[in-house]
């Protein structure tokens, strides 16, 4: 969660669709787009447990990562908002934020913008904006197995957050009292990318080993916001879904209606003109 909390501005209900997501299963969205609704085994005191996850082939779709500190765009906004205002069809937290509710805890840039130029000890950095046509469209560097100064010159967008699986497959939090949603940007197998929403509250490490027990192909997993402030918004066609955060069983893990933040960085995806071969 952000170091310090933000006025509840605006609000929105968690489905804003006429058509909501399949009780559990894959609903396809559009081509290289997919919205998952998974039930895990393990269900928390109060809400449902529901796991939304956002499965997105870069070949159809670009990542991009905008900030409020850019002039570009000024201010935080919902990430219903910055989809609206700044046409992308999804967008989910890009990372937690400082006291001046602007900068990034760690590295955060762009080729025309930098957010954050310090890398920190966080070993889980999302790169995309391919320079090198030799790597992926998009990895998360595990700076525990690979060195980023070698990899950095592939990319030229950079989101540096906590790592949740290892390189080695495992899960790196520790046990923890505290639960709250989550919002977590991972990697599968395919190289697809997943934007990962979970309402209802966990400890982290629970968390990560529901997600690693769902058939997730998982690769890569890195935690982006928790609390009231994690969000996921997907708009695809005729089809409308805010995800909102909650803080714990105690503040609605259910799916009762709620307020989305302003958050002040996103990761978004856009429609590519025409698929990448």
Known sequence: MSA???ALVGSSI?????QSPPATGWQRLEPGLELGVLF??????GGNALVRVLRIDPRWFELRLLNASNPAYNRPLSAKMWCTQHGLVAAINASMYQTDHLTSVSLMRTKTHTNNARLTRDKAILAFDRQNLGVPLVKIIDRECEDFEAWKNNYSSFVQSIRMISC????VWNQQQKKWSTAAIGTDEEGKVLFIHVRSPFSTHDLINILMGLP????RLMYVEGGTEA??????????????????SGFGGDERESYAM????VVGIARR???LE
């Open 168 to 171: 080695k497959g495992k899960n």
């Open 4 to 6: 310090l909390a933000v």
């Open 14 to 18: 968690v489905y804003s669709s006429p």
């Open 273 to 275: 003109d025409k698929p």
């Open 231 to 248: 969000q996921l918004y997907v708009r695809s066609g005729t089809q409308d879904y805010d995800f909102i955060g909650s803080y714990d």
């Open 40 to 45: 895990p085994s393990q269900v928390p005191e």
């Open 216 to 219: 997730l192909k998982l690769s």
């Open 262 to 265: 302003p958050i002040p960085n």
